[in-house]
């Protein structure tokens, strides 16, 4: 399971991203293995936004985020080939193997209306349907079934909240907050 948390105390609220201590980058893909002798290398996409990647835009390669542009961008069976610029042939892009690819947060493309960067979900404050402030999304869980808000009140007590239509009522970029309907477990 795959965790993304928020490093600030958790009744500091949070006014969105970039802000200090947040994210500049995000990861939208982890380069595998050269493929062939012209530089391509086997990419696995970790983005719902995959246009992100369009031939012409930086990305920043490994920890050292190292600046390059795409060339060429090409699906597979299961993965993706990309060409980074300066980077023509398989020596080159070899020890970019197993190293995150990322973009500045500031180059992504909008996502539609109701969807959310994990990085703007972080922070937001979650109220219930009466208005009652429940606590700050201080971490995500990614389960494969649905993502999970933890929650974490005044009092550093944390809720899970799965991340499906019958529990998420609204989303707000604006005002930053969360509405849920709790579910009556039995």
């Known amino acids: ?34 493929h ?38 090409r699906p597979t069976d299961k993965l993706w080939l990309i060409t980074l610029a300066g980077f023509g042939n398989r020596e080159t892009v070899a020890r970019f193997s197993n190293q995150w ?12 209306e109701g969807r959310f960067y994990q990085h703007e979900v972080i922070g937001m404050q979650v109220l219930n349907e009466a208005g009652i402030v429940l606590g700050i999304v201080s971490e995500i869980l990614i389960t494969g079934a649905n993502d999970v808000y933890v929650v974490r009140n005044e009092q550093g007590e944390e809720s899970l909240i799965p991340v ?11 005002s930053r907050t969360i509405v849920i309907r709790p579910q009556e477990w039995e």
């Open 1 to 34: 399971m795959n965790r993304i948390r928020h490093e600030r105390e958790p009744n500091e609220l949070s006014s969105g991203s970039p802000q200090p201590g947040e994210p500049v980058y995000l990861a939208v893909a982890r380069l595998r293995r050269p």
């Open 36 to 73: 062939g002798v012209s530089g391509e290398i086997l990419m696995e996409l970790i983005t719902d936004s995959p246009e992100n990647l369009a031939i012409g835009n930086e990305v920043f390669i490994g920890e050292d985020k190292i600046p390059s542009k795409v060339i060429s961008l």
């Open 101 to 112: 690819l990322y973009m500045k947060i500031d180059q992504l493309q909008p996502l539609a």
């Open 164 to 174: 499906v239509k019958s529990v998420i009522q609204k989303m707000d970029r604006k």
